[in-house]
């Protein structure tokens, strides 16, 4: 089983930027896919962005795009959330998730591993 540590998270301004790490160890991250999502008090787990094993391929929920830039380093086996221009609607926990899988799931039923979460908090 891969063990998956976030960090990163904490309190912004609106407008402003926070750059999410998560990293891992166990396995072979470079063969997996891999996800970022986030949730809201009250709210479902929802994907915000994934990347393919080889980082060729990625994936922006619509409320991000433009905003947020997904990448990873196999090497450092780490998957970065980059978010730009944070909006307080932003405001949620956010997971990194891995799926066993050569590209990614939208679904988190389609993931097998995940981090404890960080807590992002944007302020108006």
């Known amino acids: 089983q891969v063990q998956l540590v976030e960090s990163g998270g904490g309190w912004v301004q609106a407008g402003g930027p926070l750059r999410l790490s998560c990293a891992a160890s166990?396995?072979?991250?470079?063969?997996?896919?891999m996800g970022w999502f986030r949730q809201a008090p009250g709210r479902e787990r929802d994907l915000v962005a994934a990347?393919?094993?080889?980082?060729?391929?990625?994936y922006y929920a619509d409320s991000v795009k433009g905003r947020f830039t997904i990448s990873r380093d196999n090497a450092k086996k780490t998957v970065y959330l980059q978010m730009n221009s944070l909006k307080p609607e932003d405001t949620a926990v956010y997971y990194c998730?891995?799926?066993?899988?050569?590209?990614?799931?939208?679904?988190?039923?389609?993931?097998?591993?995940w981090g404890q979460g960080t807590q992002v908090t944007v302020s108006s």
């Open positions: 998730a891995l799926r066993t899988d050569t590209y990614y799931s939208g679904s988190p039923d389609g993931y097998d591993d």
């Open positions: 166990g396995r072979t991250f470079s063969t997996y896919a």
């Open positions: 990347i393919s094993r080889s980082g060729r391929s990625t």
